[in-house]
């Protein structure tokens, strides 16, 4: 791009800033009425609720505003692209959407939207497209070269179900032709697809592998999403109807949020509902470590019928001394129990949580992930020994 194209593609950050969600919601349902084989990989729950088009807002006003040096959203970039290869998203799909968003500009800006402005940010999206898909190739073959890994699509079996609490289930997937499967990071998530009858084709979705690696088989521990404030969940639903012996479509392991399991800092893990899924992985992971190292766990969730793998972490709690863990209910039971009543306060336990040289894992929904965050901030916790995972679309840049 010329500094003339940039400083046009900067000068429209203040439209995106005020109309920027309308353009992107304008150029969704383009893109899915002239690309319907596309549904099968948008999550329509959240084109539905809107969310998906309010990340995308945030990346390209983002993209704008950075268009100098683009290179300042690498550590973003590659989160997309992580979400992008457990998809397996193609090349070729840069230019179906990258047709679909200039056609969008021209159409929704109408006369504002001059030769010059559909140039500049035509080089914009074919530039930031290249360093998207430069950055997938390069894990697309990293995944390859794994002992057991693969690219794209494979088929898994359902070899057991657990049920963890009154609305999550584990699933235990085999793969079908036997073979290898890929290791992972204790925290990384793998996509799942699957037919919705109500939508009349598939949908993928990305769940977090809730235990350490097993060379036979990955865990999954799905929330049955009844939709309190958020449409029904197509694909939790569905899986929740599941057999044993019934097959899905998995891609291999991927995501930026995780523990290194051989790194010595100690970890502060802090959990909210079904957020307890990678943050479990993390744990056993530890415990079959050399060093395990030592281990705060603060959850907090509804209450005791909706909490997965308490006695799991219960157990290794009372056995092991490298295991600290404190549990939140906001409503306790009528027996006397160590949960703590109400919701998760860190400031109550600044003594336990603020160890030198510990790294933080926060993992829940979005509005728990911003009060834990900016209590550890308060508490004097660096951003940078922050992580956090915000299921679903990436609407949070607290870092």
């Not at 998995?250 to 800092?265: C, K, L, M, R």
């Not at 972490?313 to 056995?319: A, G, M, V």
């Amino acid at each position: 791009m010329n500094t003339a194209q940039k400083e046009l593609v900067k000068a429209t950050v203040p439209v995106l800033k005020s109309s920027g969600n309308a353009l992107v919601t304008y150029f969704y349902q383009r893109m899915l009425t002239n690309n319907p084989e596309l549904k099968n990989i948008f999550n329509m729950a959240n084109q539905a609720n809107g969310k998906q088009q309010n990340a995308l807002t945030g990346a390209v006003l983002a993209y704008a505003e950075n268009i100098d040096d683009p290179t300042v959203l690498i550590n973003v970039l590659k989160s997309i692209g992580n979400k992008h290869v457990s998809l397996h998203i193609l090349p070729e799909q840069y230019d179906i959407v990258g047709h679909n968003l200039i056609e969008s500009i021209k159409e929704v800006l109408g006369d504002a939207a001059t030769v010059e402005l559909v140039e500049a940010w035509t080089c914009a999206y074919t530039e930031l497209a290249q360093i998207m898909i430069s950055i997938e190739a390069e894990m697309y073959q990293k995944t390859a070269d794994l002992k057991g890994g693969w690219v794209g699509w494979r088929t898994f079996v359902i070899d057991k179900i657990v049920t963890e609490s009154d609305e999550i289930k584990s699933f235990y997937l085999k793969p079908k032709d036997g073979n290898a499967i890929a290791t992972f990071f204790p925290g990384q998530y793998i996509s799942v697809k699957t037919f919705i009858p109500e939508l009349g084709h598939e949908q993928p979705r990305q769940y977090s592998l809730s235990s350490s690696f097993h060379e036979e088989y990955y865990r999954i521990s799905v929330k049955s999403e009844k939709g309190r404030t958020t449409p029904d969940g197509f694909v939790s639903n569905v899986l929740h109807t599941k057999k044993i012996g019934e097959t899905i479509d998995v891609t291999a392991p991927a995501g930026v949020f995780y523990a290194d399991p051989e790194s010595v800092n100690p970890l502060v893990l802090i959990s909210g509902g079904v957020g307890v899924t990678p943050l479990m992985s993390m744990v056993e992971a530890n415990s079959h470590s050399l060093q395990k190292n030592k281990t705060i766990w603060i959850h907090s969730c509804r209450n005791e019928n909706v909490h997965a793998f308490k006695d799991a972490i219960e157990d290794l709690n009372s056995k092991e001394n490298w295991l600290t863990s404190f549990v939140f209910y906001e409503t306790l039971p009528d027996y006397e129990t160590n949960a703590i009543e109400g919701r998760a306060e860190l400031h109550q336990y600044k003594e336990e949580i603020i160890i030198n040289d510990a790294k933080y894992y926060i993992c829940g929904p979005e509005l728990f992930i911003k009060k834990q965050y900016q209590s550890l901030i308060e508490l004097g916790v660096t951003k940078e020994a922050i992580f956090y995972e915000e299921f679903g679309p990436q609407l949070l840049a607290l870092n």
